[in-house]
């Protein structure tokens, strides 16, 4: 059974930084991507970005409006993808999940290979 565990949000200051977790556990990990998502309050999910399987050499991909300020890395050993969050924006303000697989994830309605999301409030 595929299960996701997200840590690491909370409360930030516009401009600040957050380092968001994602465990793994119950397929082997090294060789999916990964991806990050996010859902605004009242918004769709957005596709935030993604990173490859170790055999594809962990390639990233992102959303233009992270472009430069977020940050998706890996370690296979651990089981666990992170999503590094700089410069940090009120419009950032989401529920963030991450899910196996690529891009494709955002049109699973069943959310059948998501963990349970992990909240980032952007305030000051």
């Known amino acids: 059974e595929v299960q996701l565990v997200e840590s690491g949000g909370g409360l930030v200051q516009p401009g600040g930084s957050l380092r968001l977790s994602c465990a793994a556990s119950?397929?082997?990990?090294?060789?999916?991507?990964m991806t990050w998502v996010r859902q605004a309050p009242g918004k769709g999910v957005e596709w935030v970005g993604s990173?490859?399987?170790?055999?594809?050499?962990?390639?990233?991909y992102y959303t233009d409006s992270v472009k430069g300020r977020f940050t998706i890395s890996r370690d296979n050993a651990k089981n666990t993808v992170y999503l590094q969050l700089n410069k940090l924006k009120t419009e950032d303000t989401a529920m963030y999940y991450c899910?196996?697989?690529?891009?494709?994830?955002?049109?699973?309605?069943?959310?059948?290979?998501w963990g349970q999301g992990t909240q980032v409030t952007v305030s000051s």
């Open positions: 990173i490859a399987s170790a055999s594809l050499g962990g390639r990233t």
């Open positions: 119950g397929f082997t990990f090294s060789n999916w991507a």
């Open positions: 899910a196996k697989g690529g891009a494709e994830v955002v049109a699973d309605s069943r959310r059948s290979n």
